[in-house]
């Protein structure tokens, strides 16, 4: 499917996203070892086991934010956004495990028209991401410059 362009974006509009995925290690140990991140937290399972509260390593919350965003792309942006512009209020209120399976929502929060670009105009998403136990594990705004519908139709 594709992506939607700005002026069939409303505000309020709700989306669950169909596409569900279950984390893993390899995820955990590929991600952190791409990023040049050591932190044992995430790849050392007996340090989680005896020096954690949790017992387990969590799941890299850059992992966690790239995958919510990930899972979203198709059902919302996928071949209309010209750029990611930020994203804020990103929070991990529950931590993410390894075995996790995630669904994802997005909600459009607000919009407006680029002053810069008349073929274009700024989106702002709120996306959350939850467990299979319906935990809220990620939480972010997205800023995203989109592109407008082209003159003559889709």
Avoid at 34 to 50: A, K, V
Avoid at 81 to 97: E, K, Q
Avoid at 130 to 149: G, P, S, T
């Amino acid at each position: 499917m594709p992506g939607y362009y700005f002026e069939e974006l409303d505000v309020g509009r709700k989306i669950e996203h169909e596409l569900r995925r279950t984390v893993t290690e390899m995820d955990n140990m590929l991600f952190s070892n791409m990023t040049l991140n050591p932190q044992p937290l995430h790849i050392d399972r007996h340090f989680c086991e005896t020096q954690t509260e949790w017992g387990e390593p969590l799941m890299n919350s850059l992992f966690t934010l790239g995958l919510m965003i990930g899972i979203s792309v198709s059902e919302t942006t996928v071949g209309t956004t010209i750029a990611n512009l930020g994203m804020t209020d990103v929070r991990f209120p529950h931590p993410l495990f390894q075995g996790d399976t995630v669904h994802v929502s997005t909600e459009i929060v607000s919009k407006r028209e680029s002053k810069s670009r008349p073929d274009a105009g700024i989106v702002e998403f709120e996306h959350k991401t939850f467990n299979q136990n319906d935990e809220l594990v990620a939480i972010c705004r997205r800023q995203a410059f989109m592109r407008k519908k082209p003159k003559g139709g889709k």
